[in-house]
């Protein structure tokens, strides 16, 4: 006599079904790296469960962290779109607030870097950070918001874990 699965608590595998994963960032580290741990790249320490600045312990194994590696792949989290008639008036002041709170963020989260800053291809003097971390692109918008005003939007792609800020005044 055949079983039915329900009799055994076996169900049968349906191959015919593609099951979409719950989240997918192919650069979060899938498990922690052994401790202790160190970026061949930058340096940064993996102690405690987080990436760190402090000194590399000497039996460190090398690992490549999260941050080099979107570097090195050339593959932002977050794209921080600055533009506008006041943009290019006050452009070094605003690049400066810019670096200042960026060394500040990293200080206390090494995976939150700035990748590069290029000109905008609109031609119109504005410009694109991208950057390792898109909650840094967030709080750049959020800065630039908060100490100039202007216009600031956000659009956060799920599937891509990228998130795009736009500002202009």
Known sequence: MKQQPSDTGFHPIRRDQ???????????????????????????SFHAGRWQWGEKQE???LVLCPACQRIRDDFPAG???LGGAFFVEHRQEILSLIQHHTQKERAEHPLARIMAITE????????????TDLHLARDI???????????????????EKRLRVHWCR
């Open 18 to 44: 593609l099951h979409q994963e719950r989240e997918h960032d192919s650069y979060r580290q899938q498990g922690k790296p052994s401790e202790p741990a160190a970026c061949s790249e930058c340096g940064a």
């Open 59 to 61: 039996n460190a194994a």
């Open 79 to 81: 794209f921080v779109h």
């Open 120 to 131: 905008d291809a609109s031609g119109e003097g504005g410009i694109v950070i991208t950057t």
């Open 141 to 159: 918008g959020d800065a630039l918001h908060k100490a100039y005003h202007g216009e600031l939007d956000f659009h956060y792609n799920e599937a």
